[in-house]
């Protein structure tokens, strides 16, 4: 309730706490109104001009806000990269218009500028759902009639989006060439996180967030919970992707041996990560090893790509491997990899000739 009966004065009055269009909290007061639907009347109207003051705000300035206000709600990772996606790219093409001038044709002729780019269909996706999601918090926030964006649809199909690159799977011949090269001239930590990235299928934050209580050496299984990323220099210990990355794994026999030797070498068994080496390291010794090998790039996300295709190849059960992976669904799994699930269409024909001849 915002309208009072004043019985000193034998009148009312309004006093409202409200929101400016530079996300300043304010308070307004007036009095001697002789009826309450004065006073109604005129907080309807106040608020409805002070709403007409938030459409003068411009698109940098709302990106400025936003940002601010969820920087503390969500992961750093996740922060750090809707602020790459607005400072690289809806900054610099919206700053110099306001909130109220962004129409759905503004929005389609935006589309049509960044599509010549010709960015792969998720990423394109990305900009889209980021430039939503301003919106979104305009129409709540700052009294925006209605979100531009979600007006005009998104783009799904066009020739000029891209697929995903190819995955490059590591074969097994490859695989032992390669982490040959790695164990000739690095210590063990490199060649056990490589070896763990392709014989558990883990994310490479996943890898690098391990502490000794995720290691079970009883029964050769990895818990994984949590992540970690650098950001700006800083480094951040994390919940993992989604829920259902969450999960506990299965590692073969010997890599769980050589787990516990590595242990066995640290000085400070409650270190809060084993593995201590950088990303770019771990980058700089792949890529050093691929150029003496003459083998094509492969990036570490590759190395659990490489470890599914296995799996697939082996005929593994795709829920299992779904669980494996951490995937939110069986759908993800079959999207990513799809063209493996295709292959297998000989080993159909096999099996069902199989059973004509019994």
Not at 41 to 62: C, D, R, V
Not at 336 to 344: C, F
Request: aromatic letters at 10%; one cysteine or more.
């Amino acid at each position: 309730m915002s309208v009072y009966k004043d019985k000193l004065r034998n009148s009312w009055y309004v006093e409202i706490r409200y929101k400016t269009y530079n996300n300043e909290q304010k308070k307004k007061k007036k009095r001697g109104f002789k009826t309450k639907k004065e006073a109604k009347e005129w907080e309807i109207k106040f608020l409805s001009e002070e709403k007409e003051t938030s459409s003068m705000l411009g698109f940098k300035q709302l990106a400025e806000i936003y940002l601010e206000d969820i920087q503390v709600r969500v992961k750093a990772s996740t922060f750090a990269r809707k602020k790459r996606v607005f400072s690289g790219k809806l900054i610099p093409y919206f700053k110099d218009k306001l909130i109220q001038d962004i129409t759905p044709a503004a929005i389609k002729k935006w589309q049509n500028h960044e599509l010549k780019n010709e960015y792969t269909k998720s990423y394109f996706k990305t900009l889209q759902k980021e430039l939503s999601a301003i919106f979104n918090y305009a129409v709540k926030f700052y009294g925006i009639k209605e979100n531009p964006v979600r007006v005009t649809g998104g783009v799904q199909e066009s020739p000029l989006l891209r697929e995903k690159k190819d995955i490059n799977i590591i074969t097994p011949e490859i695989y032992k060439r390669f982490i040959r090269e790695i164990k000739t001239f690095d210590n063990s930590e490199i060649s056990l996180i490589f070896s763990l990235l392709y014989y558990s299928g883990c994310r490479i934050g996943e890898v690098l967030a391990l502490n000794i209580k995720d290691l079970n050496f009883d029964d050769s299984s990895i818990n994984i919970n949590k992540t970690y990323s650098k950001i700006d220099k800083k480094g951040y210990i994390t919940t993992p992707k989604t829920k259902s990355s969450i999960r506990v794994i299965k590692v073969p026999d010997f890599l769980i041996d050589n787990l516990k030797i590595y242990i066995g070498t640290l000085y400070d068994k409650e270190v809060k990560r084993i593995f201590q080496v950088s990303r770019t390291n771990l980058h700089r010794r792949k890529n050093l090893a691929i150029k003496k090998l003459k083998l094509e790039q492969f990036s570490l996300h590759d190395f659990r790509h490489s470890h599914a295709s296995i799996l697939f190849q082996s005929g593994v059960n795709i829920v299992k491997i779904s669980k494996r992976l951490g995937h939110d669904s069986i759908k993800m799994t079959l999207d990513t990899y799809s063209h493996l699930v295709d292959s297998n269409e000989d080993k159909v024909l096999e099996v069902l000739n199989k059973l004509n001849d019994i």
